[in-house]
């Protein structure tokens, strides 16, 4: 149980587009989601917490109008990276709290590879 | 603000030792420590999760400690094999604007040789 998903697992896209990045959780309903970003040979840094049905909370350093995050339903979150640079190139984990638990445990995803050429 | 610090940065070591991996924090107010497994390219794999309330916690091979008063967590692996090698990383978890959040060290990259 307890099993995150993303998609797509690996993309390309050209300098100045916008790219979608799918997070699902498969067997559980999760209100909060977690969206980090890891350079190579660094640390998970926490990009945003989203809520569903309300607006994401960014960390400080974080561009909310860069990487616009929807969380729709209690199973699917989106980070869109949009007009996408070369410096944007990372990788990219969702994570997912379960609903109606105590635990502060986040179940991870398998992350998401961006290159931006 | 909350940091996370993982000694060493890499670790080459021949199958069958024991090894120990360092995460010291800086802020103890913390709810849970979490370590983690992550191999090349790919997410990550919870090893262990300590409460705050607790000491240790042990899953297999496997031993994690934890001092919240000194700002330190050990993590022990027993009889290290090939299958071990990876990145392992230590987080913690803090309260922030949004309400939780986990805040990770740099990790530990370890190699056991065959």
């Known amino acids: 149980g307890a099993v995150v998903s993303q998609h797509p697992s690996w993309v390309i896209c050209k300098s100045g587009t916008s790219v979608k990045i799918e997070c699902r959780s498969l067997?559980?309903?999760?209100?909060?989601m977690f969206w980090y970003r890891q350079f190579p040979k660094q640390s998970l840094m926490l990009m945003a917490t989203?809520?569903?049905?309300?607006?994401?909370?960014?960390e400080q350093g974080v561009e909310k109008d860069k990487f616009l995050i929807n969380h729709a339903s209690l199973t699917l979150s989106t980070l869109t990276v949009t007009s996408a640079h070369p410096e944007d190139s990372s990788f990219y984990i969702c994570?997912?709290?379960?609903?109606?638990?105590?635990?502060?445990?986040?179940?991870f995803g398998p992350g998401t590879r961006l290159t931006v050429t | 603000k909350q940091e996370v610090t993982q000694i060493p940065a890499a670790l080459s070591v021949p199958e069958g030792e024991n090894l120990v991996l360092n995460c010291s924090f800086t802020?103890?107010?913390?709810?849970?420590l979490q370590w983690f497994r992550q191999d090349p390219g790919k997410g990550l794999t919870s090893l262990l999760l300590?409460?705050?309330?607790?000491r240790e916690q042990t899953s297999g091979r496997l031993n994690a400690s934890l001092d919240k008063s000194s700002g330190r967590s050990t993590l022990y692996i027993a009889a290290s094999q090939p299958g071990d090698s990876a990145t392992y990383l230590c987080?913690?978890?803090?309260?922030?604007?949004?309400?939780?959040?986990?805040?990770f060290g740099k990790g530990t990259t370890l190699s056991v040789s065959s």
């Open positions: 994570s997912a709290r379960a609903s109606g638990t105590s635990s502060y445990e986040q179940y």
């Open positions: 067997d559980f309903q999760a209100t909060t």
């Open positions: 989203s809520n569903e049905g309300s607006k994401a909370t960014y």
């Open positions: 802020d103890s107010a913390i709810y849970n």
């Open positions: 300590i409460q705050s309330s607790q």
């Open positions: 987080a913690v978890f803090i309260t922030n604007q949004a309400g939780t959040a986990l805040i």
